[in-house]
Every structure is written in structure tokens, then in C-alpha cells.
């Protein structure tokens, strides 16, 4: 089966940093939008950042959230996403999924919108 599997959570200061990283395995990765998710305990899972596939010219998305302090990134010849995460804050705190979608040709942060999944990963961020 084709997958995503997660990595790079922990537990953190406020204030601090982490890389999160979700290697593909078994999809042309270069041909998916990717992105990443996060759901806090009792709320519902939102998009953080969303990167186009080789064929998007360089599209990338944050949600205002995460303007400023993230940053998504992917090595296709690594079949690899990335998400730095600097200047956290205690609200960041949840669980990560990356996410991806073949063929896209629109580009939203919609959780609906995206059919792999991986198993995600958590951060903690402390005061």
C-alpha cells in the first residue's frame, strides 16, 4: 500500500523549534500536492501548509496561523516533505499529518480534498 509516515515531533519551549518531516514510499511523490495538517485535543483538524506537485510552479500555501513562523519545503528526489516550525507557541501543540492529493489542479488546505494520509506525529509546546 502506498503510505506516508511521519517524523521529528517532541516537546519544546515556547519559543523554540522542530522539523518535521513525512517520507512518501510506493507514490510518485513529485506528482502529489502535499501538506501538512495539525489537530489539537477536542478540535477539529486544520490545514497549516500545502506545497504543489513539479507541475505547479512553486505553489505554496499558509493558513494565517502559520504565516511567518513555518515553513513547508519537499525533496522530490527524496520523496520527502518537510515542515520548520520556528517561534512556537503553546497553541501549535497537536498532532501533525502530512497529507497528499495526485493530480491537483487547485490548491486548497482542505482536509476533504486530500486522499493519503499518514499516521501523524506529536509536538508539544511548553510555556
Known amino acids: 500500500a502506498q503510505g506516508l509516515l511521519e517524523s521529528g515531533g517532541g516537546s519544546v519551549q515556547a519559543g523554540g523549534s522542530l522539523k518535521l518531516s513525512c517520507e512518501a514510499s510506493r507514490l510518485t511523490f513529485g506528482e502529489y500536492y502535499m501538506a501538512w495538517f495539525r489537530q489539537a485535543p477536542g478540535k477539529n483538524r486544520e490545514g497549516v501548509a500545502g506545497i504543489g506537485s513539479i507541475n505547479a510552479h512553486g505553489i505554496i500555501a499558509y493558513s494565517d496561523a502559520a504565516k511567518g513562523r513555518f515553513t513547508i519545503s519537499r525533496n522530490n528526489a527524496a520523496h520527502t516533505l518537510y515542515l520548520q516550525m520556528d517561534g512556537l507557541k503553546t497553541e501549535d501543540s497537536g498532532m501533525y499529518y502530512c497529507?497528499?492529493?495526485?493530480?491537483?489542479?487547485?490548491?486548497?488546505?482542505?482536509?476533504?480534498?486530500?486522499?493519503?494520509w499518514g499516521q501523524g506525529t506529536k509536538v508539544t509546546v511548553s510555556s
Open positions: 497529507a497528499g492529493r495526485w493530480g491537483a489542479d487547485s490548491y486548497p488546505l482542505n482536509e476533504d480534498y486530500f486522499t493519503q
